[in-house]
């Protein structure tokens, strides 16, 4: 059991002995290094990943031109692989596909022809199926790649080399947008409209030190393939471009089409960038099933080649801008596009740039390909002139020029020394054609010579003036910028700027609720239930033993419920949240968050408009808005500051200019309502003074039309102005007597 079991034999010295930890974190930290900066970051110059880089950089050698015919995908997808990509063909596949959707791509860079993918999510057809070849916008990218314009490196065979990053020409980082997830960090950049980004740059080559809020001015924001409204407000867009981190709303299109006889229809023509259409329609319709979508009717896809999605309200008088405000809520149909501009500046270090700092990325790495470009081509005009005037002199001496090459063994050499030529020129000499030796040929080299000195002096120019490289790399913007400018069909702006139409939550929260009428129910001891229909007879309504009926009052499934408590504190219940009339209800206290020693004062709908007179039964009052009372949580709200044993015991709606008060002791106070102050919490102020007792009951009314009240026969009195004036008085006053037939019960009402 305690025997050591050793290694196989081979000797001691093929065993090394590795701390696990520093193991496993040097081997992890170089995948995490090659996931980031091989394969899942963005270059900021080119914009492009890896995969997409060698993609482009071999259609190119394929030959695979805008103008030229199309290839199978097939053989794109093993030249690839064989010659660039060491990941598997389904992955450059899948890749390649993603360059030619133009619902996923602003500006697509494979041209692809066949089966490759939908906005419903449908998959493309298999590779030897699809045929594809470059966009202009490719050619774009790759315009110089063969005048040491990049540098390049092997590949991983070593048997080729390819680009580290391509000249491009055209801004693709922000236009054709990225994503991508490495190890410890992850991109995401929406498309943007390539017009809005070149000039954005060609402002910030004249003023380097632009701010965010001027750029903007230019880039108002994304500009998706798939269309769509942004929402969001100007200082957030500003936020999110100026840290490099943010996020953008988008809702999709949608218009009113008349349907007739008054009724209409809502076409959805745009969707969210992202969204598959297909998976969009079968989550609404989920929704519609699960009685969700109480405002909408059906749902029917009507889409061919443009996006037609028809939503069909429930009737005619639903308002359409609360069914879409409903449906933005909880759907597809608004979704949130990150922004995460972390990409590897300099091809070399992964950072979170500000759109400043990306447009600086790519206007200084196009002047760094001009001047490479520019070297490249003296290179070549200082090489063609070298030989151009080698072949001039053979012209002024063409008869000892041949005379030393039919006598001479080795005419290079006595060439190089009789005419002091370089060994250049004299192998040009020697590789010239009879045919040249005319006349006419002498004055073409003269006139290419004098072409190329003038050319030769350009570009030394050109290289010895930054000024000079700012306006070629202006010239070259600006030239994109015509190609791809807003009056051009792909160039167009798809993507438009909104803002959010103010619907109240409640109004949204009630229409997405049916309408129906209910009747709420409340027990003495609290239990609560919501009866279907407005019921006028109470009497068959059955309780617990021991309990009896304490309110009933007719709503409807869209009503908000306020309930008043003896302690002072207002709750709001959905009416739709009521248990239904089987049973006896659930307590209230379930549903609310109510203390032990309090009980309901009174519940009713709630009228926003309305202001109620809250009283304790000590005889303090206040004048309270209605709105003030609604509670958004369980807990409730303290509106009436009471202290055990006083509690809250009159809410009375306010109405007319005055106001009677009864005490227990049957003395009656009439004072103007103006005296009471409006607050939205408080312990209210004192409405009638009393040597013991409290107060019995309270009525509001119109002068005007008279104090009126009712006995417990039903019997109705009224007395007018002239007789109320000796209970007339102010505030806190004692009052008088009531008058003479006024219920023995102390109250207004029987």
């Known amino acids: 059991m305690g025997q050591e079991i050793t290694p196989p034999s081979g000797g001691s010295d093929d065993i090394q002995s590795v701390d696990l930890k520093a193991a496993l974190e040097e081997r992890y930290l170089a995948y995490a290094l090659s996931t980031i900066m091989h394969r899942a970051l963005p270059d900021a110059r080119d914009g492009m990943k890896p995969v997409h880089r060698r993609i482009v950089h071999a259609m190119n050698d394929m ?50 022809q066949g089966n490759f993918g939908n906005v419903d999510g449908d998959n493309p ?21 063969n005048e040491d314009a990049v540098d390049f490196r092997q590949t991983y065979d070593e048997e080729n080399e390819e680009p580290t990053v391509l000249p491009g020409a055209f801004p693709n980082l922000l236009a054709n947008g990225s994503s991508g997830i490495a190890v410890g960090m992850a991109t995401s950049i929406p498309p943007h409209n390539a017009a809005e980004l070149c000039d954005a740059a060609l402002h910030l080559i004249k003023f380097r030190n632009a701010g965010i809020e001027k750029l903007v001015e230019f880039v108002q924001g994304p500009d998706l393939p798939t269309g769509g409204t942004i929402i969001e407000d100007k200082e957030t867009i500003i936020n999110a471009y100026k840290t490099g981190r943010g996020g953008f709303r988008v809702r999709a299109k949608w218009e009113k089409e008349e349907t007739g006889r008054g009724g209409y229809q809502i076409i959805v023509t745009e969707i969210p960038y992202q969204v598959q259409k297909s998976r969009l329609i079968e989550k609404i319709a989920e929704l519609l099933i699960a009685k969700k979508l109480p405002l909408l009717d059906d749902i029917q896809d009507e889409s061919a080649e443009d996006i037609r999605i028809v939503l069909v309200p429930k009737n005619r008088s639903v308002d359409p801008e609360i069914l879409m405000e409903s449906m933005f809520k909880l759907t597809e149909l608004e979704s949130r596009i990150s922004l995460n501009m972390n990409v590897l500046s300099q091809g070399k270090v992964p950072k979170v740039l500000s759109l400043r700092e990306v447009l600086l990325e790519w206007v200084d790495h196009r002047r760094d390909v001009l001047q490479r470009r520019s070297r490249h081509r003296l290179a070549a005009i200082i090489r063609r002139l070298e030989i151009l005037g080698g072949l001039l002199v053979a012209y002024l001496n063409i008869d000892e020029v041949i005379k030393i090459i039919r006598e001479e063994d080795h005419p290079k050499a006595v060439m190089m020394e009789r005419f002091s030529l370089t060994d250049l020129q004299a192998e040009s000499i020697l590789n010239m054609r009879l045919r040249s030796l005319r006349k006419l040929e002498e004055f073409e080299i003269r006139k290419e010579f004098d072409a190329l000195e003038a050319e030769k002096a350009e570009i030394e120019e050109l290289l010895g003036s930054e000024e000079k490289q700012w306006q070629a790399v202006a010239w070259q913007i600006r030239d994109v910028k015509k190609t791809y400018g807003k009056d051009t069909e792909l160039g167009a702006r798809r993507t438009d700027f909104g803002k959010v139409v103010e619907i109240d939550d409640s109004a949204i929260y009630e229409a ?5 009428p209910i009747t709420v129910v409340l027990s003495q001891k609290g239990w609560v239930r919501a009866m279907k229909g407005h019921m006028s007879d109470y009497s068959s309504l059955a309780f617990k033993d021991g309990d009896k009926l304490k309110l009933a009052f007719s709503a409807y499934t869209t009503d908000k419920i306020l309930i008043i408590t003896t302690g002072g504190k207002a709750y709001t219940l959905g009416a ?14 379930i549903m609310v968050d109510m203390d032990n020693d309090q009980d309901v004062l009174t519940a009713f709908v709630h009228q926003p408009e309305r202001k109620l007179l809250l009283a304790s039964n000590i005889g303090n009052g206040f004048i309270v808005k209605e709105t003030d009372l609604v509670a958004n949580t369980r807990k409730g709200k303290q509106v009436m500051n009471v202290k055990m044993p006083d509690e809250a015991q009159l809410c009375v709606e306010v109405r007319g200019d005055y106001l009677a008060v009864v005490g227990k002791n049957r003395k009656m106070l009439i004072f103007p309502i103006e005296q009471l102050p409006e607050m939205a919490r408080g312990k209210g102020v004192r409405l009638q003074r009393y040597k013991d007792g409290g107060v019995a009951d309270i009525r509001c009314f119109l002068m005007e ?37 006024f219920p023995r019960s102390g109250k207004f009402s029987g």
């Open 576 to 589: 739709d949240k009521f248990p239904g009339g089987r049973g006896h209800g659930e307590p209230l206290r």
């Open 125 to 145: 057809a298999a590779m030897r199926y699809t045929e594809s070849k470059m966009t202009e916008v490719a050619e774009l990218l790759l315009e110089g790649i």
């Open 512 to 516: 997405m609720i049916e309408k129906e």
């Open 705 to 741: 039309e008279g104090l009126t009240w009712e006995d417990s026969a039903g019997r109705s009195y009224t007395r007018m102005k002239d007789e109320l004036m000796e209970w007339m008085g102010d505030r806190a006053q004692a009052g008088r007597m009531v008058p003479k037939g």
């Open 63 to 112: 030959g695979l031109k805008s103008n030229s015919s199309f290839k199978k995908c097939a053989k794109i997808v093993g030249e690839v692989m064989g010659n660039f990509h060491p990941h598997g063909d389904q992955a450059i596949y899948d890749a390649l596909v993603r360059l030619a959707q133009d619902f996923a791509v602003r500006y697509p860079l494979v041209n692809g």
